[in-house]
């Protein structure tokens, strides 16, 4: 079951998602793949310190997340992969290396890539490594309001 968070949030505003059952999966494309679900469309969550804050990059499981265009992107000093000792506090309920790209929910700046805009629907990982929730995309970005840059 996706983290009981991410559910309630889910539940309260009303929208609709679809949970999907896969194999224990632990990276993105994986998830996507045992998910039957385009690695294009597949939300890989990733947790960036920005200069002195940590924020969360959410991009297709098909790309990496460039640090130096988060950095540019951002007009920040520094960018850098966060550590799990870092941000893991501010996941309860999920599994590591599950967490979704809801950060509104965890005090944490969402940026996402241009390349998941041109989706209909998302799915990610829905903080267990054999559950991905999929929804509009147009969802996310009303509940998740994430800024959209070049990652």
Known sequence: MPTEQLKSYLDQQGVRYE???HAPAFTAQEVAEHAHVSGHHFAK???VRIDDRLALAVLPATDQVDLEQL???TGAKTA???TEEEFGDRFP???VGAMPPFGNLYGMEVFVSPHLVQSDEIAFSAGTHSQAVK???SDFVRLVEPA???L
């Open 19 to 21: 949970v999907i059952d």
């Open 45 to 47: 969550t990733v947790a």
């Open 71 to 73: 950095r540019k992107s």
């Open 80 to 82: 850098e992969l966060a």
């Open 93 to 95: 309920g999920r599994e």
């Open 135 to 137: 929804l509009a995309y």
């Open 148 to 150: 959209e840059i070049r």
